[in-house]
Antibody, heavy 117, light 111 residues
Framework: EVQLVESGGGLVQPGGSLRLSCVVS????????MSWVRQAPGKGLESVAKIKPDGSEKFYVDSVRGRFTIIKDNAKSSLYLQMNDLRAEDTAVYYC??????????WGQGILVTVSS | QSALTQPPSASGSPGQSVTISCTGTSNDVGGYNYVSWYQHHPGKAPKLIIY???RRPSGVPDRFSGSKSDNTASLTVSGLQIDDEADYYC???????????FGGGTKLTVL
């Protein structure tokens, strides 16, 4: 069974940075496309970023491009989301998920990021 | 990429069936067969219940079924159970930046 565990969330001031981590176990991490999906309070789910299995290609939603970086470390079976210049509208629960042919088969439990002064 | 359109709410009694729609355009739902549905109980991880419009992952009961016609996909939940009460989201491949586009979500209430 594939398991994903996120960490690194918390409270950060506007303009600050945070790095989310997601450790994956139970299958060969290097074969997975991986994604970050978020849910703002009272809102629906939104794709944030996606990365190819070997890390060679990355895709971002327009609202985070240039501020967020998705990173995949196959040696550590870990996915990261480096978030810079955070804004109040980035406040959300962030989920990491495996992705295969535009479907998310496995999800983490989510980690809360709050951007507030 | 615009969000897919779902009704904000749906409801049914135990044992009944309910259908949730997901409307997009020819650039997403109508253009690809990569439509998925997720069940999300608040505070828990979302769960994939339908992929490629009408396929069920292993372990998902056949009470859940999906279909697609033109720009609209649908999720039908038959034999409603109390535990089916959750938020349901559709997604679709939409070309463009290679990210899936989500629907706004439908809160299913089992009365």
């Amino acid at each position: 069974e594939v398991q994903l565990v996120e960490s690194g969330g918390g409270l950060v001031q506007p303009g600050g940075s945070l790095r989310l981590s997601c450790v994956v176990s139970g299958d060969t991490f290097s074969r997975f496309w991986m994604s970050w999906v978020r849910q703002a309070p009272g809102k629906g789910l939104e794709s944030v970023a996606k990365i190819k299995p070997d890390g060679s290609e990355k895709f971002y939603v327009d609202s985070v491009r240039g501020r967020f970086t998705i990173i995949k470390d196959n040696a550590k079976s870990s996915l990261y989301l480096q978030m810079n210049d955070l804004r109040a509208e980035d406040t959300a629960v962030y989920y990491c998920a495996t992705e295969d042919w535009w479907r998310h088969d496995h999800w983490g439990q989510g980690i809360l990021v709050t951007v507030s002064s | 990429q615009s969000a897919l359109t779902q009704p904000p709410s749906a409801s049914g009694s135990p044992g009944q069936s309910v259908t949730i729609s997901c409307t997009g355009t020819s650039n997403d739902v109508g253009g690809y067969n990569y439509v998925s549905w997720y069940q999300h109980h608040p505070g828990k991880a979302p769960k994939l219940i339908i992929y490629e419009a009408n396929r069920r992952p292993s372990g998902v009961p056949d009470r859940f079924s999906g279909s697609k016609s033109d720009n609209t996909a649908s999720l039908t939940v038959s034999g409603l159970q109390i535990d089916d009460e959750a938020d349901y989201y559709c997604t679709s491949h939409a070309g463009g930046n290679n990210l899936v586009v989500f629907g706004g979500g439908t809160k299913l209430t089992v009365l």
